[in-house]
C-alpha cells in the first residue's frame, strides 16, 4: 500500500514557474514508478509525465515537453514536477500516481494516487 500526497499548486500568472511535490508514504516506493496526470475542469484525466522506479527513464505528453521536467528522490519518498512557463491551457488538478509498470502513459497503469492539487494559470 501507497498514499501519496501532492502539494505546490497554487494561482500564476502565465509565464511563471511552479514546481510540484508527490510525498509518498508506505513501502517500496522506489519500486514504483510515478506518473503525473491533469485534470482540466470538464474534462478527462490526461497523462502528463512519468519516471521509472531509478529515474533513468523519463516520458513526457507533447503539450509540456521542453517545459515540465519530473524527477524523483527516492531517499525522500517523493517526486516532483517542474512547471516553468506555464501557459493558461495547464490550469487543471494534477494527480500523482503509482505504478508497478517500468513505466506507463496510461491511468490504467496505476495503481494507487493522490487527491490532487489545483494548479491554476491565469493569462
Known amino acids: 500500500q501507497v498514499q501519496l500526497v501532492e502539494s505546490g499548486g497554487g494561482l500564476v500568472q502565465a509565464g511563471v514557474s511552479l514546481r510540484l511535490s508527490c510525498a509518498a508514504s508506505g513501502r517500496n516506493f522506489s519500486s514504483y514508478a510515478m506518473g503525473w496526470f491533469r485534470q482540466p475542469s470538464g474534462k478527462e484525466r490526461e497523462f502528463v509525465s512519468a519516471i521509472t522506479w531509478n529515474g533513468v527513464g523519463t516520458t513526457y505528453t507533447a503539450p509540456v515537453k521542453g517545459r515540465f521536467t519530473v524527477s524523483r528522490d527516492n531517499a525522500k519518498n517523493t517526486v516532483y514536477l517542474q512547471m516553468n512557463s506555464l501557459k493558461p491551457e495547464d490550469t487543471a488538478v494534477y494527480y500523482c500516481?503509482?505504478?508497478?509498470?517500468?513505466?506507463?502513459?496510461?491511468?490504467?497503469?496505476?495503481?494507487?494516487w493522490g487527491q490532487g492539487t489545483q494548479v491554476t494559470v491565469s493569462s
Open positions: 500516481a503509482a505504478s508497478e509498470l517500468p513505466i506507463s502513459t496510461s491511468f490504467r497503469g496505476y495503481k494507487y
